[in-house]
């Protein structure tokens, strides 16, 4: 019989040893996913550092003699957003030999369950793009795709932008105005085409304080591009470091990027991009990721056309 529980710190190693199943797997499908030496010793880390936290949740299925599944999720803060919260499935891995009795689901069910306790109206998961029946798996559960993450590895050569009477050049505490009103631009586009995307009315104050912090933030390049009568772009870019989730890595990632709509389709936003991608790869990081939405055909020829390919799907779910 198999039972699902809360774990235990003396579940840590064997979670950790599925948790390397699960990557191994999944680094048979795509490369990319394919766990470092390190990943295992960093996961578990994680674990520990997560036991008992009252933002997340790890949960086993223990079997006869031995643990034969896990599941991790988490709380996420989602503002401005209105939905300001949801729950991130970090991670669901039952060892093949057990899979199809119902494992997986009780797993998943107890996770849900936890979330909607927490006032949670939505789930996330990633999910590899080149894994078929992962992707059913969570279709058939009712996820649906809500954001492509996609992937590039950042070796092609240097972009020159010739001659042009515009300047890309970092952000100052003066434009923040600007920001503000590109952002609201952005995200109009996508909250006309994924009510998902739709922001609170309140963003204004919140988003403020995130374009104060990225003026500070030393793990932050946020850039703009500046005509001859003000601001008419911007992005922000960062190194990340993901713990949890399909593959923990460190890595490069595009988080805004918008040019204002009468600017657009003039290579700004490729400029914007590149100043960016140098940041980066000055930083050393093996590949840059960013989300795009599957229903903005715009930006996804944008990335596309620069060079970024399918990497993993980020699927969701109504709790309520
Ligand atoms: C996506 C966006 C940033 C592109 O900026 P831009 O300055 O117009 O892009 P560029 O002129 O540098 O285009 C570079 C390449 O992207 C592709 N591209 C850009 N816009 C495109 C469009 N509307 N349709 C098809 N391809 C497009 C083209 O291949 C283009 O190269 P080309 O002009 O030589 O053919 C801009 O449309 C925008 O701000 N949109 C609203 C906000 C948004 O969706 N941001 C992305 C969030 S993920």
């Given at each position: 019989m198999?039972?699902?529980?809360?774990?235990k710190r003396e579940d840590?190693?064997?979670?950790?040893?599925?948790h390397?199943?699960?990557?191994?797997?999944?680094?048979?499908?795509?490369?990319?996913?394919?766990?470092a030496?390190?990943?295992?010793?960093?996961?578990?880390?994680?674990?520990?550092?997560?036991?008992?936290?009252r933002?997340?949740r790890?949960?086993?299925?223990?079997?006869?003699?031995?643990?034969?599944?896990?599941?991790?999720?988490s709380?996420?803060?989602?503002?401005?957003?209105?939905?300001?919260?949801f729950?991130?499935?970090g991670?669901?891995?039952?060892?093949q030999?057990?899979?199809?009795?119902?494992?997986?689901?009780?797993?998943?069910?107890?996770?849900?369950?936890?979330?909607m306790?927490?006032?949670?109206?939505?789930?996330?998961?990633?999910?590899s793009?080149?894994?078929?029946a992962a992707?059913?798996?969570?279709?058939?559960?009712?996820?649906?795709r809500?954001?492509?993450?996609?992937?590039w590895?950042?070796?092609?050569?240097?972009?020159?932008?010739?001659?042009?009477?515009?300047?890309?050049?970092?952000?100052?505490?003066?434009d923040?105005?600007?920001?503000?009103l590109?952002?609201?631009?952005?995200?109009?586009?996508?909250s006309a085409?994924?009510?998902?995307?739709?922001?609170?009315p309140d963003w204004?104050?919140?988003?403020?304080?995130?374009?104060?912090?990225?003026l500070?933030?030393?793990?932050?390049?946020?850039?703009?591009?500046?005509?001859?009568?003000?601001?008419i772009?911007?992005?922000l870019?960062?190194l990340?470091?993901?713990?949890?989730?399909?593959?923990?890595?460190?890595?490069?990632?595009?988080?805004?990027?918008?040019?204002?709509?009468?600017?657009?389709?003039?290579?700004?936003?490729?400029?914007l991009?590149?100043a960016l991608r140098?940041?980066?790869?000055?930083?050393?990081?093996?590949?840059?990721?960013?989300?795009?939405?599957?229903?903005?055909?715009?930006?996804?020829?944008?990335?596309?056309?620069?060079?970024f390919?399918?990497?993993?799907?980020?699927?969701?779910?109504?709790?309520v």
């Amino acid at each position: 019989m198999t039972i699902i529980r809360v774990a235990k710190r003396e579940d840590l190693k064997e979670i950790v040893s599925l948790h390397k199943q699960a990557g191994e797997s999944q680094g048979q499908l795509d490369p990319r996913l394919a766990p470092a030496a390190s990943d295992s010793v960093r996961f578990g880390r994680v674990l520990e550092a997560m036991s008992g936290r009252r933002w997340c949740r790890v949960l086993v299925a223990e079997g006869d003699t031995e643990l034969v599944g896990y599941a991790v999720g988490s709380r996420v803060d989602n503002e401005p957003f209105t939905t300001s919260r949801f729950g991130l499935v970090g991670g669901l891995y039952v060892e093949q030999g057990q899979r199809g009795r119902g494992t997986e689901d009780a797993l998943l069910e107890a996770l849900n369950g936890w979330f909607m306790e927490q006032g949670l109206a939505a789930t996330h998961v990633d999910v590899s793009c080149s894994d078929p029946a992962a992707q059913r798996f969570w279709e058939d559960r009712g996820f649906d795709r809500f954001l492509d993450q996609l992937w590039w590895d950042g070796s092609s050569e240097s972009y020159e932008p010739g001659d042009s009477p515009l300047v890309v050049r970092p952000a100052r505490s003066g434009d923040r105005e600007a920001v503000l009103l590109l952002w609201k631009e952005m995200m109009d586009v996508h909250s006309a085409i994924d009510p998902r995307l739709s922001i609170a009315p309140d963003w204004r104050q919140k988003v403020a304080r995130s374009v104060r912090r990225w003026l500070r933030d030393g793990d932050s390049r946020f850039v703009v591009a500046e005509a001859a009568d003000g601001v008419i772009g911007f992005a922000l870019g960062g190194l990340v470091d993901v713990t949890l989730g399909l593959k923990p890595s460190m890595h490069g990632q595009v988080a805004h990027l918008c040019v204002g709509a009468n600017w657009r389709r003039c290579g700004i936003g490729r400029r914007l991009f590149w100043a960016l991608r140098d940041w980066l790869v000055e930083r050393s990081v093996p590949s840059i990721h960013l989300y795009v939405s599957p229903v903005n055909p715009v930006s996804q020829h944008f990335w596309r056309a620069l060079g970024f390919e399918d990497y993993i799907s980020r699927l969701w779910c109504d709790l309520v």
